[in-house]
């Protein structure tokens, strides 16, 4: 362990690998699924829209106010150390530990899972059980069953695992080459739909039964939200970024903005060939889509381009989310190993490996859904405080170097603030039981951060 501490993260990524892992880490499974949730709850879909540009324009501003945070504290952990300059080291450990044991390993479990879940429309076999755990603990209750494409997911897990233990260049050119793949593909399925001979502008105005109103938009923006999670990952990974100052800021404003404006073509194209009706009854609306303007092979296709998406956003997820663990335990706040840098491959290898290791338990599980259910509104508390740290450090360090400022301040940082309280209220009133329990998965942490701020200090 002595050795390692003199070996350190090497800066390998540039400006398109940093920008690949906004884009890449945000578009994953959101944008094939949760239109037709959205449109259940606003009714129409200019409703749809607007939320969609709402939600984008609250991510530009944290996006924004992140740029600040990053470009003067460009090291590993992203939001651990921000929120451990902001309001001192408990904060930051809650994050990590978050991220740890459900935010980051359940987002990695789900990718994995819905990777499988678009392969097995080529492999129908992947459903198949193998083995079933007769006793009480699998979902809802019910029997543990193992299926055939757990263990695939399971395997895509620990191969992307390996190959950032590797090398951070080599996983930030994987990141690069699916991100373009996944925009390529998508762009692809934009133009399908709107050159599509049988689509409509009428379809515009139509309409489905939704409760709408205030609480209807803030439930579907919680889906808009699930879509463009992900945009602060690169913030994970600063200390692994050439000229930080100047990379950090414009991948996080730069493929923000691209994500808005994708995300945006995609559902114009959506309801061009889909009325209302047809969009809240689909659960794989891309797929209804391309099947309508182009019959069953578009559906496959769609299948392929959730799949690339789906890997990409994987990659991602592993390369950022392994620094925040890294970054607490270099602290002496984390389980001392996973401070280890790999002397050869300069990678926080130990890291890497174990939330590789715990995402993969987490398929088998069947749980991970429900513990990312859970952490939704822990997670946005800690990000509306990441977003106020903005305005604690300008008055808590006016001395620090900041090479970048977020425009518009304060309004840009307070506005990000002010909606994710909203967003909080109407989570805790809405799901009280799974907002109460994310908050227990954190505070279960609170012993331990004791215990390791006690030996750090020894």
């Not at 980051?104 to 097995?120: C, D, E, N, R, W």
């Not at 925009?183 to 309409?207: H, M, Q």
Request: hydrophobic share 55%; glycine share 12%.
């Amino acid at each position: 362990m002595a050795a390692s501490e003199t070996v350190s993260l090497r800066r390998d990524l540039g400006a398109w690998s940093a920008t690949s892992i906004v884009v890449g880490t945000i578009i994953g499974s959101g944008i094939f699924l949760v239109p037709a949730s959205m449109v259940q709850r606003v009714g129409t879909p200019e409703m749809v829209l607007l939320v969609w540009v709402f939600g984008g324009l609250l991510s530009l501003a944290g996006a924004l106010s992140y740029a600040e945070l990053a470009a003067a504290l460009p090291e590993a952990g992203g939001e651990y150390v921000f929120l451990r300059e902001a309001y001192g080291p408990l904060w930051g450990f809650l994050y990590s530990w978050m991220m740890m044991w459900v935010g980051k390993s359940g987002a990695i479990a789900t990718l994995a899972t819905g990777f499988v879940y678009y392969l097995a429309h080529f492999l129908p076999a992947l459903d198949g059980v193998v083995y079933s755990i007769g006793w009480p603990i699998g979902p809802h209750g019910g029997p543990l069953e193992i299926s055939r494409g757990q263990f695939v997911a399971t395997g895509l897990i620990l191969l992307l695992g390996l190959i950032n233990y590797w090398g951070v260049k080599l996983g930030g050119r994987v990141q690069v080459a699916f991100t373009a793949s996944k925009v390529g593909l998508i762009l692809a399925l934009i133009a399908a739909g709107l050159l599509a001979g049988g689509g409509s502008a009428e379809n515009f105005r139509t309409s489905v039964a939704a409760a709408g109103g205030l609480a209807g938009f803030f439930a579907a923006l919680v889906g808009a939200l699930w879509a463009y999670d992900g945009w602060n990952n690169v913030s994970m990974v600063s200390a692994e970024i050439q000229q930080p100052q100047r990379n950090l800021p414009r991948a996080l404003i730069g493929g923000t903005l691209i994500v808005i404006a994708v995300y945006l073509l995609t559902n114009v194209a959506y309801f061009y060939v889909l009325p209302a009706s047809e969009v809240a009854a689909s659960d794989r609306v891309a797929a209804t889509m391309m099947r309508k303007v182009v019959g069953e092979f578009g559906a496959g296709a769609v299948s392929i381009a959730a799949m690339v998406s789906m890997f990409g956003a994987l990659n991602g997820s592993i390369l950022a989310g392994a620094r925040v663990p890294y970054a607490a335990a270099r602290d002496r706040l984390f389980f001392r190993r996973l401070a280890y840098v790999h002397p050869w491959h300069r990678t926080p290898s130990i890291s890497i490996l174990a939330i590789s290791g715990w995402a993969a338990l987490l398929v088998f599980s069947g749980r991970f859904e429900q513990l990312f259910t859970y952490v939704i509104f822990a997670e946005w508390l800690l990000y509306g405080l990441t977003a106020a740290g903005v305005l604690v450090l300008r008055r808590k360090r006016p001395d620090l170097v900041r090479p970048y400022r977020t425009p518009g301040y304060p309004a840009v940082p307070v506005l990000f603030v002010v909606v994710a309280a909203c967003l909080l209220v109407a989570t805790l009133v809405g799901s009280p039981r799974e907002s109460l329990m994310g908050l227990a998965v954190i505070s279960a942490g609170l012993p331990c951060y004791f215990y390791w701020r006690r030996r750090a200090t020894l």
